[in-house]
């Protein structure tokens, strides 16, 4: 969603630019909106897929989190339905954020490729009350929660097998979003708590890969690290000569 970040996108990279050193740090955010918006013609490589899996997978929630992992899986073959309780997709971006900061037309823009990759979506559908997760798991190869803050809670106190993390929020394995239930992935605020947009993506992306690899019976964990590093990484000192 290049339109999407380039206005949301919180551009914590700038602080760590290496322009610092000399002037100032390169301004990812502005240009990737200026990518966005003056691109032109059909960007054929955004929906591309690649041959059908025959595998079926579930996603509950379309917002960042969701569509980014929905997308993703439907690029890759598989037949992706997304469930939201909301009546239209896009979460926050639609629900939370003013006209101001986030353009409605930019929003509509981004959000077209959903239906154009082939992804199904059933909105007006609660997760916990007019379907079950189990239900889902039993109709789909893999079940993908990535219902935000609030629906994560809810997912909590209504699925059996969930289990919650030191924070309240849904348990995963930091690595790979593996829930406790098998075939069943879980990311973006349900997880992590509420965060800002790029990072619900790139948890629902995290998330999809998991649920690829699982779909593909291949190893969840090869390669790959938590998201967060170790807390020992954070407390190494670098002078400023090393530097």
Do not use: N
Not at 74 to 95: E, K, P
Not at 176 to 195: I, K, N, Q, Y
Request: with cysteine.
């Amino acid at each position: 969603f290049p339109g999407v970040l380039g206005y949301v996108c919180a551009h914590p990279c700038e602080l760590a630019c290496k322009r610092i050193d000399d002037d100032s740090p390169v301004r990812i955010r502005d240009i990737k909106r200026f990518l966005a918006e003056w691109e032109t013609g059909e960007p054929q490589h955004l929906v591309d897929r690649e041959p059908s899996t025959g595998r079926r997978v579930a996603v509950v929630g379309a917002g960042p989190g969701g569509l980014t992992a929905a997308y993703d899986l439907a690029r890759r073959g598989h037949a992706v339905t997304v469930f939201d309780a909301a009546d239209r997709i896009g979460g926050c971006l639609v629900d939370k954020l003013p006209p101001w900061r986030l353009p409605p037309a930019v929003v509509e823009r981004d959000l077209s490729v959903i239906a154009a990759v082939g992804v199904e979506v059933h909105c007006g559908v609660r997760v916990g009350r007019d379907v079950t997760v189990a239900e889902l798991r039993r109709d789909h190869d893999a079940v993908l929660l990535l219902a935000g803050f609030a629906g994560g809670q809810e997912l909590l106190g209504g699925s059996p097998g969930l289990s919650p993390s030191v924070r309240g929020t849904v348990g995963v394995d930091p690595v790979t979003c593996e829930t406790g239930l098998d075939g069943v992935f879980a990311g973006g605020d349900a997880v992590s708590g509420p965060a800002t947009v790029v990072h619900a993506m790139a948890m629902g992306r995290r998330a999809a890969e998991s649920a690829h690899r699982f779909l593909a019976g291949a190893d969840v964990h090869a390669d790959r690290e938590p998201v967060t590093p170790a807390t020992l990484l954070w407390q190494l000192e670098v002078d400023e000569e090393e530097r």
